[in-house]
């Protein structure tokens, strides 16, 4: 079966994703690059796969991994144990609840003050407006970017999970390189100064970086328009929103549960050895890829999948990824998730679509690319 299945221009799950999860076994698929690989759907199977060390996705530098861009990812997304223990240790001890959750007033007066703003422009856009300005700042704010970098730094996010971001990714890791140097000559009281003092290399730590602004900037601004669009399409879901927003944090991991933000599988995870994943037995050496966002919809897991409902107890979604790869920044994105949930449904429950929706294309993250709204 050709793969991916998922469309840029819409948030839907593609109806081949439901045809796999009531298949028998695992569905073979075929990329545009790349060797043939397995494709998991269903919840269970998702989180086996994801948590087993018999897996490895560092594997997928030392073949033809399968893949629907010309390039495999790279950093520690693409790491095994040890060396992703290490960094992962470093991450929790720096990356505490108690840092991120001190970020809160700084988000709330963010979010804010740009729906103040969006209220004053003739032509407000979601996303150039309130999304994409809400990471970048607190990302800024967290690694304590220079307030005269932030406009270059923000260049190089916006470009950072594009198919053709090489060049873009080499100046970024030379850039927080060189904070992670001042801050050894010089440490502050923020994220990149814990790093420094942690003794991993500058290079793995850099690779650490990366991967927080991926978490904390590119699905994020996609996430916040993705989330708006779904509830506008779901009225009745919203109106609970704006009578109780109480129900801010449940509706954001129902969303994160709901809203399939990947454009397809990305990750391939090579099999060490024979690896029995639900009826199929996957044999050493075969390729596996995770749809998180068919796992999410397995109706086997979640009654009536393809609801939205913002009452729902939508806890063991995977949409933070499961066990060895689980999201670094989830409790950051979560945080802005939230508040920027709750400043809509507060601040401007009267908000529509005003025009057209443009998409991002050939991204990882779906999303889109510009949302004309109105008060």
């Given at each position: 079966?050709?793969?991916?299945?998922?469309?840029?221009?819409?948030?839907?799950?593609?109806?081949?994703?439901?045809?796999?999860?009531?298949?028998?076994?695992?569905?073979?698929?075929?990329?545009?690059?790349?060797?043939?690989?397995?494709?998991?759907?269903?919840?269970?199977?998702?989180?086996?796969?994801?948590?087993?060390?018999?897996?490895?996705?560092?594997?997928?530098?030392?073949?033809?991994?399968?893949?629907?861009?010309?390039?495999?990812?790279?950093?520690?997304?693409?790491?095994?144990?040890?060396?992703?223990?290490?960094?992962?240790?470093?991450?929790?001890?720096?990356?505490?609840?108690?840092?991120?959750?001190?970020?809160?007033?700084?988000?709330?007066?963010?979010?804010?003050?740009?729906?103040?703003?969006?209220?004053?422009?003739?032509?407000?856009?979601?996303?150039?407006?309130?999304?994409l300005p809400i990471p970048v700042s607190v990302i800024c704010e967290l690694l304590g970017v220079p307030v005269e970098d932030?406009?270059?730094?923000?260049?190089?996010?916006?470009?950072?999970?594009?198919?053709?971001?090489?060049?873009?990714?080499?100046?970024?890791?030379?850039?927080?390189?060189?904070?992670?140097?001042?801050?050894?000559?010089?440490?502050?009281?923020?994220?990149?100064?814990?790093?420094?003092?942690?003794?991993?290399?500058?290079?793995?730590?850099?690779?650490l970086c990366i991967a927080i602004l991926v978490a904390g900037y590119e699905a994020t601004s996609a996430q916040i328009p993705?989330?708006?669009?779904?509830?506008?399409?779901?009225?009745?879901?919203?109106?609970?929103?704006?009578?109780?927003?109480?129900?801010?944090?449940?509706?954001?991991?129902?969303?994160?549960?709901?809203?399939?933000?990947?454009?397809?599988?990305?990750?391939?995870?090579?099999?060490?050895?024979?690896?029995?994943?639900?009826?199929?037995?996957?044999?050493?050496?075969?390729?596996?890829?995770?749809?998180?966002?068919?796992?999410?919809?397995?109706?086997?897991?979640?009654?009536?999948?393809?609801?939205?409902?913002?009452?729902?107890?939508?806890?063991?979604?995977?949409?933070?990824?499961?066990?060895?790869?689980?999201?670094?920044?989830?409790?950051?994105?979560?945080?802005?998730?939230?508040?920027?949930?709750?400043?809509?449904?507060?601040?401007?429950?009267?908000?529509?679509?005003?025009?057209?929706?443009?998409?991002?294309?050939?991204?990882?993250?779906?999303?889109?690319?510009?949302?004309?709204?109105?008060?």
């Amino acid at each position: 079966m050709k793969y991916p299945f998922n469309e840029f221009t819409n948030l839907d799950l593609a109806p081949e994703y439901t045809e796999a999860l009531h298949a028998d076994g695992l569905t073979r698929v075929e990329l545009p690059h790349g060797e043939p690989a397995w494709l998991v759907t269903r919840h269970a199977e998702a989180r086996l796969v994801l948590g087993d060390r018999r897996f490895s996705r560092a594997l997928a530098h030392e073949r033809d991994a399968p893949r629907v861009f010309d390039r495999v990812p790279a950093g520690i997304v693409s790491m095994d144990p040890p060396q992703l223990t290490a960094i992962r240790s470093v991450a929790a001890k720096a990356f505490t609840a108690r840092r991120v959750e001190g970020l809160r007033p700084h988000v709330r007066q963010l979010v804010n003050q740009l729906i103040d703003e969006m209220r004053q422009k003739d032509d407000p856009d979601l996303v150039t407006d309130f999304a994409l300005p809400i990471p970048v700042s607190v990302i800024c704010e967290l690694l304590g970017v220079p307030v005269e970098d932030q406009e270059q730094f923000r260049a190089w996010n916006d470009a950072l999970m594009s198919t053709d971001s090489a060049r873009e990714i080499q100046d970024l890791a030379q850039y927080i390189g060189g904070l992670i140097g001042q801050r050894v000559q010089h440490p502050k009281d923020d994220l990149l100064s814990s790093f420094a003092e942690s003794g991993l290399p500058p290079q793995q730590l850099v690779l650490l970086c990366i991967a927080i602004l991926v978490a904390g900037y590119e699905a994020t601004s996609a996430q916040i328009p993705n989330f708006l669009i779904t509830l506008l399409d779901h009225p009745v879901q919203f109106a609970r929103l704006v009578e109780d927003p109480s129900l801010v944090d449940n509706a954001v991991e129902e969303l994160l549960r709901f809203v399939p933000l990947a454009s397809s599988a990305m990750f391939a995870h090579y099999a060490m050895e024979d690896v029995q994943v639900g009826d199929h037995l996957v044999r050493e050496g075969d390729p596996v890829l995770v749809s998180i966002g068919a796992a999410n919809h397995d109706g086997t897991r979640f009654g009536k999948p393809g609801h939205l409902d913002v009452c729902r107890d939508a806890q063991g979604h995977l949409a933070f990824g499961y066990g060895l790869h689980h999201c670094v920044g989830s409790a950051l994105g979560r945080l802005e998730l939230q508040e920027a949930l709750r400043g809509l449904v507060t601040r401007a429950p009267s908000l529509r679509l005003a025009g057209d929706v443009q998409w991002k294309t050939h991204t990882f993250f779906r999303g889109p690319l510009s949302v004309p709204v109105s008060f």
